[in-house]
């Protein structure tokens, strides 16, 4: 009897409530009502009212509401605002009540977006809390303009940070200071072990306390939190200091920036342990000091600054310009002086009344010479110089504060040593390109002139493991940078790097990745790379990456053009380094899934054979836009998987021209270790599709172990599908239960008679049938009795899609059509 009574004195205690409150919430709920414009509406339930009031009172009712029996506390969810919604979750599933269905309704009506069809939601409270915490964070939404989101005894960033597993800085890091500032130290505490996956998308330049914000930033939450995936995604133009700065701090790199506060987490004893040469022997190759991102940011800045009030100087005063030639004489003449006549404003970087440091070193060198001639050879009109990512530098002569030799004079010094000319036309080879002097650094000499960070001071910490790059075009800089660090960063597990201009730096990236390779601990098992052109073929590429790394699981590689062998590779080299391509066979690798798509043009099969023999573990195989030169050739790819890669279960074709491999893909349907094949707009039917449909037909009714068919594309048409049912007949020892028939010209009668069929046979339910983009639009009565008949076998997929848009898929390379009509053309020829 204890619970029941229980449960009435609850019951009484609400109804208490009720009457207390109810005559004020009806005054108040009244009010409104009578001044409505579209009349009188009527009067809310008075169990609504009371848990109105209730809702409004929480910070009071709270643990009695939490006590309510089940059926009463499910009306009043929906009242509560969302901080007390999500304190009261744990309670509402003890009581057997789910608040997916009012999150939903959140979403709907607060966030308006509809979440991708490609996104399964298994949660509805973490995705709304996570999106609300962007919006407040980016100020994007109004807390107080709905009851539901305001709340005086609630911080909406540290109620809703507990959820966040994504975050996604834009722009020009917003955010970021927002987050590093003292009052959200709590915020940034439950960040940094909640969230997983840091994303940049469309970044801008930046100035130095944004920067600096995000050194902190991610200071507390890689090193000192749990993310494990940075991605950067459309970044034009990625400013050189900033992107530097988040792979250094992603691979696992810290030291306070100039003038930064320490970090109150690392504590005295991590501040004063000084890393291992081990960890940065392998990124720097010389024990020489550097300078951070924000200095040579600063550096930048300054210059371009200074450059443009040289300028200005000099169209003032056009008489005191020295020429080309004259400053060309002086400095030949056998170092600087401080009688001589001075540089022109353009070239100095010094902005007019600056005092020259009195412990300047001389520079005397011809390069420094080259460089400041041809900088004064370069005056475009344009006021502000816009950055590039090709930048050029001039190599500092000697140390900050030596002392000059007797003889030679102090030529004029920037604060810095070196700072950054925006990049302009090579002329007559008198500048020094970033990559030419980069190269000399990464075999071995001095790389002080890359302008790497600071990292010999710096101290190592945890690092990511996954790294994205979605066309982020890399400069020389920050590809040498990237290559630097990843040939130490074995807790790197995945790499992708898609569209980003790499050119000749993939023999540097390929030098890196086998640097990776041969470290103690290397974790990297998943490659994804995609470019528009390569210096290298495809398949040469790939055999370079599978000799490189062959303890690669995963690897994904396409280009969409063909590459050409007359662009340099790697500057000084004539040619790919010996060491990348070769003829010599590849050693046994660890590959699972091999993804490759190719440019346009013939293939040689016999590289493409080398891999798969080397590939024995081989389980996933897709090959996208392959073109062989003859069906011979696609046979021997085909004969070598079957004879090399045993464990193969899922292969992948698509948009190849399959029409004259007709008895080759018999020899695929009849291999019993394939579990899934996939011809995608592979025109299969193209040639003799009444001969051989009937021996396809037989091959697929003899295999017992093709679990999966996908046949998008290929013009099945409705002789194709209801021939494909024969596969379905009671004397077929198939086994197939996924089926894949989109774009394939299907009308609704011939779908019908497909149901039927299967219905004649008695055949059970065989899993999925996928019938995206075909002519079901054209009776639609007929379609949905199809459907219905369909669904009783098997689980349905399809969509409304207009058959009008099918010209497009008819219209095909190769294919002849007898006659056309184009009308109403005559208003848009000019005369």
Not at 322 to 327: K, M, P
Not at 514 to 533: E, I, M, N, P, T
Request: hydrophobic residues 40%; proline residues 6%.
């Amino acid at each position: 009897m204890a619970a029941p009574e229980a449960w009435r004195a609850r019951s009484c205690w609400f109804c208490e409530v009720a009457a207390a409150t109810t005559m004020e919430a009806t005054s108040r709920e009244a009010a409104p009502a009578k001044s409505s414009a579209s009349g009188p509406s009527a009067p809310p339930a008075l169990f609504e009212l009371c848990g109105r009031a209730v809702s409004a009172h929480m910070g009071v009712l709270e643990s009695g509401v939490w006590a309510l029996p089940g059926p009463i506390l499910q009306s009043i969810l929906p009242l509560l605002n969302i901080y007390y919604l999500e304190r009261i979750e744990e309670t509402a599933l003890k009581k057997g009540l789910s608040t997916q269905a009012i999150w939903r309704r959140l979403w709907d009506e607060l966030m308006k977006t509809r979440p991708s069809s490609l996104e399964s939601v298994t949660c509805w409270r973490a995705k709304f809390m996570e999106a609300f915490f962007s919006h407040v964070l980016r100020g994007t939404i109004d807390v107080s303009s709905d009851r539901r989101l305001c709340d005086q005894r609630f911080s909406p960033l540290l109620h809703s940070s507990r959820h966040v597993r994504q975050l996604t800085i834009c722009n020009m890091l917003q955010g970021a200071t927002e987050l590093v500032a003292e009052p959200n130290r709590r915020v940034l505490e439950t960040l940094a072990s909640s969230l997983h996956t840091l994303k940049f998308r469309h970044l801008l330049f930046s100035d130095v306390a944004a920067q600096q914000s995000l050194r902190q930033l991610l200071h507390q939450l890689i090193h000192h939190g749990a993310v494990s995936q940075v991605s950067l995604y459309s970044w034009p133009v990625p400013e050189s200091a900033l992107f530097i700065l988040i792979l250094t701090m992603s691979a696992g790199f810290w030291q306070p920036g100039p003038g930064g506060p320490p970090c109150r987490l690392c504590g005295e004893a991590s501040r004063g342990r000084a890393p291992s040469r081990d960890e940065g022997s392998l990124l720097l190759g010389s024990r020489r000091p550097r300078r951070d991102a924000a200095e040579r940011c600063a550096a930048a800045l300054m210059a371009s600054r200074r450059k443009s009030e040289a300028k200005q100087t000099a169209r003032a005063a056009p008489a005191t310009r020295v020429t080309r030639r004259s400053t060309q004489e002086s400095l030949t003449a056998g170092g600087t002086d401080s009688k001589r006549e001075p540089l022109p404003p353009a070239t100095s970087h010094e902005a007019p009344g600056t005092k020259r440091p009195p412990s300047a070193p001389a520079t005397t060198s011809s390069a420094s010479a080259s460089s400041s001639t041809s900088s004064s050879k370069r005056a475009p009109a344009s006021s502000a110089p816009q950055p590039k990512p090709l930048k050029r530098f001039k190599r500092a002569a000697g140390k900050k504060g030596a002392r000059t030799r007797q003889g030679c004079g102090a030529e004029s010094e920037d604060l810095y040593d070196f700072v950054f000319i925006v990049a302009g036309e090579k002329e007559d080879g008198e500048e020094m390109e970033i990559g030419e002097v980069a190269c000399g650094a990464l075999d071995g000499s001095d790389p002080s002139c890359l302008g790497l960070p600071a990292l010999e001071a710096s101290q190592r910490f945890r690092s990511i493991s996954t790294l994205e790059l979605f066309t982020v075009p890399l400069s020389t800089e920050a590809a040498l940078t990237l290559c630097h660090l990843l040939s130490s960063w074995v807790s790197l597990e995945s790499l992708t790097l898609s569209y980003n201009g790499l050119g000749s730096n993939i023999f540097r990236l390929l030098d890196s990745l086998r640097a990776l390779s041969v470290q103690a601990g290397c974790r990297l098992r998943a490659l994804h790379l995609s470019d528009l052109f390569s210096p290298l073929p495809i398949l040469e590429l790939t055999r370079a990456i599978v000799r490189a790394l062959p303890l690669l699981r995963v690897l994904s590689i396409r280009v969409d053009h063909p590459s050409q062998r007359d662009n340099p590779a790697v500057p000084g080299n004539a040619g790919p380094p010996s060491n990348v391509i070769g003829d010599e066979e590849i050693p046994e690798n660890c590959l699972e899934q091999l993804e490759m798509g190719f440019p346009r043009g013939a293939q040689p099969a016999p590289l493409l054979c080398s891999v798969l023999k080397a590939s024995g573990s081989l389980q996933q195989l897709s090959l996208d836009s392959a073109t062989f030169a003859s069906p011979q050739d696609f046979g021997l790819v085909l004969q070598t998987l079957k004879e090399y890669n045993l464990t193969l279960k899922r292969l992948s074709f698509h948009d190849m021209n399959l029409a004259d491999c007709q008895s080759e893909v018999l020899f695929l349907l009849q291999n019993l270790t394939l579990q899934e094949i996939t011809f995608s707009f592979c025109r299969l039917f193209e040639k003799r599709p009444a001969q051989f449909l009937p021996e396809m037909v037989a091959a697929m009714k003899g295999n017992s172990t093709l679990k999966g068919l996908r046949l998008p594309g290929n013009r099945l048409g409705n002789a194709g599908l209801l021939a494909l049912a024969d596969v379905f007949s009671e004397d077929s020892s198939s086994s197939l239960c996924q089926l894949d028939i989109s774009s394939n010209c299907i009308k609704p009668d011939g779908l019908l008679e497909f149901a039927k069929r299967l219905e004649r046979w008695g055949r059970g339910a065989f899993g999925h049938l996928r019938l995206f983009q075909n002519w079901l639009d054209q009776d639609a009565v007929t379609a949905r009795e199809a459907i219905r008949r369909l669904r009783a076998t098997c689980h349905v997929v399809s969509d409304s899609w207009d058959s009008s848009q099918a010209f497009a898929d008819y219209v095909s390379p190769g294919r002849v059509i007898p006659h056309i009509v184009i009308t109403g053309l005559a208003s848009l020829i000019p005369r």
